[in-house]
């Protein structure tokens, strides 16, 4: 059984710092990585893909991959509370297995 | 990325009936997915949808309960049939993007679903 694993969370982190994500998967030989937004009562929106280890960068975003240690992290510099969402890390290709998400809560 | 809608938005079932929800995309894609999210919880894949085959379905999920039509590349629908509570759900199809060579997943706004 492929499996993700986030904490629930809640983050909670001022506005102006950066929030760190976590993310970690059991499937071995998983190739894809994402990162999706999902604000309440909204569908999930991609925010970052990333394919291979190291980080990737995209303007506030950084998303890390570690493969040997099965792990992805999101970061997210200079948060504001448009922000404030649940994180979901999904893995897979095609098929993705989503974790339960990171409600993340940037106040004022 | 594609742009994706769904109807209903959202509906209010009685128990043993069925729904059927719409997914139009405005381009051609070739894999349709659709996934189920529960009250509360993560989102689960309930099965992928290529014109031409039939729906490959997900351990849990049966054609019978979640018979899926994919007419052609730019529709897809999903029916839950025989609705109990336990179908109570947001579901939301999505669809692959290829254009930047790897695949990535975009969501429809989804289908908010109780059953009384």
Redesign the interface.
């Known amino acids: 059984q492929k499996e993700v694993e986030q904490n629930s969370g809640p983050l909670s982190v001022p506005e102006g710092a950066i929030a760190s994500l976590n993310c970690t998967y059991s499937d071995r030989v998983s190739q894809?990585f994402?990162w999706?937004r999902q604000y309440s009562g909204?569908?999930?929106?991609?925010i970052m893909?990333i394919?291979s280890n190291g980080d990737k960068e995209d303007g506030r975003f950084t998303a890390q991959l570690n493969k040997a240690s099965q792990y992805v992290s999101l970061l997210i510099r200079d948060s504001q509370p448009s922000d404030s969402a649940t994180y979901?890390c999904?893995v897979g290709?095609?098929?993705?297995?989503?974790?339960?998400?990171t409600r993340l809560l940037v106040s004022p | 990325s594609a742009v994706i809608s769904q109807k209903p938005s959202r509906d209010i079932c009685q128990r043993g009936t069925s729904l059927t929800i719409q997914c139009q995309v405005d381009s051609q894609v070739t894999m349709m997915f659709w996934y189920r999210q529960q009250p509360g919880q993560s989102l689960t894949l309930i099965a992928t949808a290529n014109q031409g085959s039939e729906a490959t379905y997900e351990s849990g999920f049966v054609i019978d309960k979640f018979p899926i039509s994919r007419p052609n590349l730019t529709f897809s629908t999903l029916t839950v049939s025989n609705m109990s509570p336990e179908d109570s759900s947001i579901y939301l199809c999505s669809v692959e993007d290829k254009r930047t060579g790897v695949s990535t997943q975009y969501f429809g706004p989804g289908t908010r679903l109780t059953v009384l």
């Open positions: 894809s994402f999706y909204k569908s999930p929106e991609l893909s394919y979901l999904a290709f095609q098929k993705l297995v989503f974790g339960t998400g």
